[in-house]
């Protein structure tokens, strides 16, 4: 799906197969719980809203209206059923989102509902605060709407044939999907890390599609195959523990934010990016961003110095304690730990040691122990066009995705006001202060905005790559006979 239009208005095909082989391996099938979105990413499972060209579409939802006194009414589309056959009604979603609160406490705090009431297609939803974008909020994967008895059940156009955790995913076409049968029968999802694995399965014919091949090998794949690149939504950076009573300085902080060579890093992806100079795109209406990324192995160390540390056999020093931090991070994107390691070698020319640790399963890692001072994490920024979503999961205490731990409560004062705000124009304004006060006080260090790419045999059809990466196989995906 691309995000002009809504995923899926196919017609069945040929009995034909594709092989997908995606970068990210999950645990799970559970969308409540799935931190990579498998569900809904290859087609099992939606959401009651999705990111269309005009911003916030409906999608299982027919319509909703802010009814007033925190109260939303969504109108459940008639005539779409579950794939074992059964209807979703209203009383089938509060269900789903009842069971997602219950294991999700992101998703908890991101909603915010405090009670619903179902009758025939008509959900009620009432939300603890006032909540003019609650919709927004539906359109996260994580509140996909599903029952999961032997194997996940959605009403996506594809079905779980067979589930291998962290290894693949069997679909077979789900013949009576709402809005048209897939134009495939079968699909194979195998979970690779290995960018050049991956792009050696598609050359060998034993995958159709590949998501995210070698940054490096771009230009070369597309003599030979269809290529499919767009720029993303996302914004590799570098977040801190604020733990750490080092990097509690923001002198510190910024002194590992001047030394990140993000040029340097671009080269390193094949021109496959563009510098961040904050977290969203500039042209984005809410975003805030620097004029320009200081780098500087010299001013690195004059705020090192002017924090106390002084140069001892090459290395910061303060109070006899030499500087040094964990860096963890993941290679299901290898330009990270790339990433990692121009910043490592920059910062010993500071006197600053990173260890470079790598964790697969980085978002429980994270979340699970404070043992690491820093990772470099690659995030969705705008998934639905707002910046709603980055600011309440990254930067208040109880989001679901504040890894360092950062509680600025002047910061989380203006982002409730953003919450609060029903005008667009305000609303942005919020944003552009919050931004400000994250970008001036060094509370992330923002790297690059990675281009996305897709590479498939040339009897491919129908995929359009998702900026937001939240749509893969649709309905519309096929093979040419």
Known sequence: MSACQAPGEGEEDADSSITFAFHYPTEVLNPAVDANYTSVRMGIAETLAYTGEEGIEPWLAESWEDTGDNTWTFQIKENITFQDGTVLDAEA??????????????????????????????????????????????????????????????????????????????????????????????????????????????????????????????????????????????????????????????????????????????????????????????????????????????????????????????????????????????????????????????????????DIQLNEQIDDYLLSNDSWDMTIYSYVTAPRGDAGYFLNTAYTPDGGLNFGGLNDPQLAEIIESFNMESDPEARDGYAVEATEMILDKHYHSFIVHPSNSVAMQENITGWETSPSEYYMLTNEVGVEE
């Open 93 to 354: 979603v509060q269900a789903s989102l009842e069971e997602t609160i219950e294991q999700s406490p992101a998703m908890q705090e991101a909603l915010g509902i405090s009670s619903m009431e179902a009758e025939g297609q008509e959900l009620i939803i009432t939300t603890e605060e006032t909540n003019h974008f609650l919709p927004s909020e539906l359109v996260h994967p994580n509140t996909a709407v599903f029952k999961e008895e032997e194997d996940l059940i959605g009403t996506g156009p594809f079905e779980v044939e067979s589930f291998r955790a962290n290894q693949d995913l069997e679909l077979i076409r789900y013949d009576d999907y709402w809005n048209g049968a897939a134009q495939i029968a079968e699909a194979t999802v195998l979970f690779n890390e290995d960018a050049n694995s991956r792009m050696a399965a598609l050359r060998s014919g034993d995958a159709d599609i590949v998501y995210r091949p070698p940054v490096e090998e771009t230009d070369a794949a597309a003599e030979e195959f269809q290529v499919d690149t767009v720029s993303s939504l996302r914004t590799h950076q570098l977040i801190y523990q604020m733990d750490n009573p080092a990097l509690q300085d923001e002198r510190v902080r910024e002194a590992l934010d001047i030394l990140i060579d993000r040029k340097a890093v671009i080269e390193a992806m094949n021109g496959e990016a563009e510098e961040a100079l904050g977290p969203f795109l500039e042209d984005f209406a809410f975003a805030a961003n620097k004029e320009q990324n200081e780098n500087s192995i010299e001013e690195a160390s004059a705020l090192l110095e002017e924090a106390g540390y002084t140069l001892e056999d090459g290395r910061a020093v303060k109070d006899g304690e030499a500087l040094e931090f964990s860096l963890v991070t993941y290679s299901a994107r290898p330009e990270l730990p790339i990433a990692a390691q121009i910043l490592q070698d920059r910062a010993e020319q500071a006197g600053i040691t990173i």
